[in-house]
């Protein structure tokens, strides 16, 4: 099994380098005035840690090549740029990322990404995440991200179990429980 580890300051060139190594499948497929070179910036990135995304990452061979970030935010945790370099993906990288930071995190999970990323909506769900209605999305984008309001409309929010689980507890009133209802139909 690969050992999942917290990186450092010392880890934040390759954190760069793996995230917009990994990013490249989102090129011609997300909107293309989301897309810019490079896909994150370096000052973008230390915005991230700044605000509190903690970096956990696998390595191969000694060097690192997957990361993924968890962000503690009011009173959730959400999943932040997880991304493995194009040349090890498909390898269980991203699973074996997914497994710790879901252990290692206390509160309901939220992870938001790209609509059109199709591939990684697939492995979320396969590793116990839901999208939340649109509804949900926008209050949910608006209350736990800083995102630009054109990227709303093109994103997605899942969640894990203990998010559905308290849902009622968070969500404002005007906010219909649509999925609730339907997924306890009979």
């Avoid at 696998?58 to 370099?85: N, S």
């Avoid at 990404?113 to 608006?142: C, D, M, S």
């Amino acid at each position: 099994m690969l050992p999942v580890r917290r990186c450092g300051d010392d880890d934040v060139a390759t954190i760069f380098a793996v995230i917009n190594d990994g990013a490249a499948a989102y090129r011609g497929v997300i909107p293309a005035e989301r897309w810019h070179e490079p896909y994150m910036s370096e000052d973008e990135l230390a915005a991230e840690i700044a605000a509190g995304v903690m970096f956990s990452g696998v390595e191969v061979a000694g060097a690192l090549v997957g990361v993924m970030g968890l962000q503690p935010v009011k009173d959730v945790t959400l999943i932040r740029h997880a991304y493995v370099r194009t040349n090890h993906q498909r390898r269980g990288i991203g699973a074996r990322m997914i497994e710790a930071l879901r252990a290692e995190a206390t509160a309901p999970i939220l992870i938001g990404t790209w609509a059109a990323a199709t591939w990684a909506i697939r492995f979320y769900e396969k590793h116990g995440f839901q999208p939340v209605t649109a509804a949900e999305k926008n209050w949910l984008l608006a209350s736990y991200w800083s995102v630009p309001s054109q990227q709303v409309d093109a994103s997605v929010v899942l969640a894990n179990a203990a998010w559905w689980a308290s849902r009622s507890l968070r969500l404002p009133a005007h906010t219909p429980p649509d999925r609730w209802r339907r997924s306890r139909r009979l």
